[in-house]
T-cell receptor
């Protein structure tokens, strides 16, 4: 089994709807990263969370990290076709100084106009 | 100016050949990485260099050899290419090993025929 599990694996939503993607770690993590990938392109950094209970927002995307630092959620409000892509969560683990970023298997999001 | 640039973007080659992928970053970062993304979009770390020194070497066949001539460059050389090597290879960099601010290149799609 993987250290980092994402759910759901894929998601199709109607434009304007809200959605949530979850990322669960099998152990306490050091830092949690959210990236977005469009087909044929690199990874675009969305947000990084490091403190338990932390929440960050950018435009219509909000990410939270639970107090135990084992679970994160990414919430998109009023989805738009531009939100479509693959969302990847990545985590570093203590001691956190190796630079090893481990990824979940990704969530493919389609937004229907 | 592209922050992390990889060349080539696409590479089609025959089994048994040797090929290289080049990566350069102009962010002044100390740490660089190679990741492999398989057909299921799962991203896995292969190598990490910090200031030209190898710090992460995951279980990768020794046909893969990274080379870092200076801290702005990390190249990946692959000998005796196999069908299973077909994937997208991403280069990334970060300010410090384990620090936040990972920046990814746009990927090199390698197809072995």
């Amino acid at each position: 089994s993987q250290e980092l599990e994402q759910s759901p694996q894929s998601l199709i939503v109607q434009e304007g709807k809200n959605l949530t993607i979850n990322c669960t770690s099998s152990k306490t993590l050091y830092g949690l990263y959210w990236y977005k990938q469009k087909y044929g392109e690199g990874l675009i950094f969305l947000m990084m969370l490091q403190k338990g209970g932390e929440e960050k927002s950018h435009e219509k995307i909000t990410a939270k990290l639970d107090e135990k630092k084992q679970q994160s959620s990414l919430h998109i409000t009023a989805s738009q076709p531009s939100h479509a892509g693959i969302y990847l969560c990545g985590a570093t683990y203590p001691p956190g100084n190796t630079g090893k970023l481990i990824f979940g298997q990704g969530t493919t999001l389609q937004v229907k106009p | 100016d592209t922050a992390v640039s990889q060349t080539p973007k696409y590479l089609v080659t025959q089994m048994g050949n040797d090929k290289s992928i080049k990566c350069e970053q102009n962010l002044g970062h100390d740490t660089m990485y190679w990741y492999k993304q398989d057909s299921k979009k799962f991203l896995k770390i292969m190598f990490s260099y910090n200031n030209k020194e190898l710090i992460i070497n995951e279980t990768v066949p020794n046909r893969f050899s990274p080379k870092s001539p200076d801290k702005a460059h990390l190249n990946l050389h692959i000998n005796s290419l196999e069908l299973g090597d077909s994937a997208v290879y991403f280069c990334a960099s970060s300010p410090l090993a384990g620090g936040y601010g990972y920046t990814f290149g746009s990927g090199t799609r390698l197809t072995v025929v």
